[in-house]
């Protein structure tokens, strides 16, 4: 059975950071990219970071480039997000995927939410100003 666990939301003011992580087994997390997605109420679910399975690629999109940083711990089934310079506007629900990493891996596929086959439940973040 696949789990993917987020944690490290929280209450936070704008400016301030968050570190997520999102614990993963049942799978072979080795060779599955893993994406960050967030989701505000009343707003659909947006791409926020994506890493390959390697960690040699990343991909971010641009209103978190240059605050967030997504990483990955292969060893111990754990990708993170790093999230500085919170904005309230960062405000949301954030949810780990993951997905067979060996091919179709892009800028393309990666931000897109039907290409990853598994789900965490999500953690609540809220940036107050």
């Known amino acids: 059975q696949v789990q993917l666990v987020e944690s490290g939301g929280g209450l936070v003011q704008a400016g301030g950071s968050l570190r997520l992580s999102c614990a993963a087994s049942?799978?072979?997390?080795?060779?599955?990219?893993t994406g960050w997605f967030r989701q505000a109420p009343g707003k659909e679910r947006e791409f926020v970071a994506a890493?390959?399975?390697?960690?040699?690629?990343?991909y971010y999109t641009d209103s978190v480039k240059g605050r967030f940083t997504i990483s990955r711990e292969n060893a111990g089934n754990t990708v993170y997000l790093q999230m500085n310079s919170l904005k309230p506007e960062d405000t949301a629900v954030y949810y780990c995927?993951?997905?067979?990493?060996?091919?179709?891996?892009?800028?393309?596929?990666?931000?897109?939410?039907?290409?990853?086959?598994?789900w965490g439940q999500g953690t609540q973040v809220t940036v107050s100003s």
């Open positions: 995927a993951a997905r067979p990493g060996m091919s179709g891996i892009s800028s393309y596929t990666l931000p897109r939410p039907r290409e990853y086959d598994y």
């Open positions: 049942g799978l072979p997390f080795g060779t599955y990219a």
């Open positions: 890493i390959s399975w390697s960690g040699g690629n990343r």
